[in-house]
């Protein structure tokens, strides 16, 4: 097995609530192999409040979540990326910036939670899927023998993981 961590950045439209999930969920599951980020491409400014709720509960770190742009990310200075995944579908349909090292790409569209009215119950519940949709995703994708698979391989297993239901979702 390879010690290299491999830099993975989530991307949706808010980077409010989808994409911070997915970023919070991989830094502490794949902590030891993996490094995630999350940007949106009109970021809402501030981590949706039920997120960060939601993470809390699960024990899971949230001091270092924050809402950005995703131009950070095609900086000079930034990460080098080794995958992108977009989890909502207005961010898949947008130009991206270009990611310099040819990170491979992969759409993991997700419902919106942030965009969710009615009370907190329907809210809550709204991010509670999301996160057990996110949850089962990037299970699979730590759990794929990377430094196995060609590229060409890995990118029909990338974008298989963006077909993937969670259970009881």
Partial sequence: ??????????????????????????????????????????PAGAVNPFVLKLLSEQRIPVDQLRSKNWDEFSLPAAPHLDFVFTVCDKAAGEACPVWLGQPLTAHWGIEDP??????????????????????????????????K???????????????QQSQGA
């Fill in 1 to 42: 097995m390879s010690d290299r961590i491999f830099n993975v950045l989530f991307l949706c439209t808010g980077n409010s609530a989808r994409s911070i999930l997915a970023e919070a969920i991989l830094n502490h599951v794949g902590q030891d192999r993996f490094r995630a980020f999350s940007a949106g491409s009109h």
């Fill in 114 to 147: 942030a965009a969710v009215e009615g009370n907190d119950a329907a809210k809550e519940h709204a991010v509670s899927s999301a996160f057990r949709l996110l949850t089962r995703r990037i299970s699979l994708f730590v759990s794929l023998p990377l430094d």
């Fill in 149 to 163: 698979l060609d590229a060409i391989a890995l990118k029909k297993e990338i974008d298989g993981i963006g077909q």
